[in-house]
């Protein structure tokens, strides 16, 4: 399954929350993938494994958007979604399997699924669909994924102009796609096998010196003679967030 691209669109509600989405499948390493995918868009993730998991995660969560497996060891999809709108009637909801007939299709779309995926899929298609559902459903996406925006720090991915406070800050090609997976992920605790895995696309082999280095470049240019915005997690990794 391919991994998801940039997308054009910001994961955010009208309030400025992330797109919340329960992704439910027995199979825990494409639960999994579909979240990494998901929450490297934007999103804020649950995953259940049963059907029983995912009714109560829905309780719980109230998603924006459910993906759901059909084939589940306890109930199946059909059953999973009849209960999910008994307790959300208007949810969206997309139907994944590894059953590619019509009549398959067919049966979850006439149950009340909303779109339908087959494995194997392409993860930059199943998050387009998502946004697609999640738009019919009336729930606002609100700004171009082209910009990004945490407290005064705005990036712009088509001009690569970033500002902060209406001050212009010039960047490195590294530091730019640093600072803009930092962005993308605003107030989550990032590891540095994960930044060195989204930035630099490879594994150093050991030299996780090189995102102190670069995150040290980021701070002379971002937080100089300012509130700071990226935080240190000790033993954890770092953090971007609002000033204040």
Known sequence: MAQSGAMTESATRPDGTPLRALVV????NIAELVAMALRYEGW?????????????????????VVVLDMMLPDFDGMEVLRRIRADDPSVPVLFLTARDAVEDR??????????????PFSLEELVA?????????????EQSRSTLVVGDLVLDEDSREVTRSGDEISLTATEFELLRYLMRNPRRVLSKAQILDR?????FGGQANVVELYISYLRKKI??????????????????????
Do not use: F
């Open 25 to 28: 499948d027995d199979e825990v």
């Open 44 to 64: 804020a993730v649950e995953t259940a494994h049963t059907g029983g998991e995912a009714v109560t995660a829905v309780r719980g969560q109230s998603p924006d």
């Open 106 to 119: 067919v049966a979850g779309l006439t149950a009340g699924g909303d779109d339908y995926v087959t494995k």
């Open 129 to 141: 669909r998502l946004r697609a559902l999640v738009r019919r459903a009336g729930t606002a996406v």
């Open 199 to 203: 930035v630099w696309n490879y594994d």
């Open 223 to 244: 937080d100089a003679g300012r509130e700071p915005m990226i935080h240190t997690m000790r033993g954890a990794g770092y953090v971007l967030k609002p000033a204040g």
